[in-house]
């Protein structure tokens, strides 16, 4: 991987103000007001991006989507970018229907 890093042992990774500010290889003190996660076991990397979604087509069954009410749609929408999220999709573009 050109330009990728393999980062190997214990590591501090900073967020200022939403977005990484610093990785370190050593552990970092803490500045008073800074909230602490201990991510020890898990793999820390950046949001996923999905650039072909169709979060308002919840069925393949076109006939049963153009029935549906719009709110019923939407709250199904939102189903579909919950667990997006949960998979670790933060970013989504939506190919239309």
């Given amino acids: 991987v050109r330009a990728g890093k393999y980062l190997e042992g214990l590591q501090t990774v ?6 990484i500010a ?10 008073a007001g800074d909230l602490v996660l201990d991510a020890a076991g898990a793999t820390v990397m950046p949001g996923l991006i999905d650039m072909h ?15 549906q009410s719009t ?3 939407a709250i199904q929408a939102k189903r579909i970018l919950g667990s997006m ?5 933060t970013s989504v573009r939506d190919a239309r229907g």
């Fill in 71 to 73: 709110t019923y749609t």
């Fill in 14 to 19: 900073r967020v200022e103000a939403g977005r």
């Fill in 53 to 67: 979604v169709h979060v308002t087509a919840w069925s393949a069954n076109f006939s049963e989507l153009c029935r």
């Fill in 22 to 31: 610093s990785i370190s290889s050593a552990a970092a003190a803490a500045v």
């Fill in 85 to 89: 999220l949960l998979r670790g999709f």
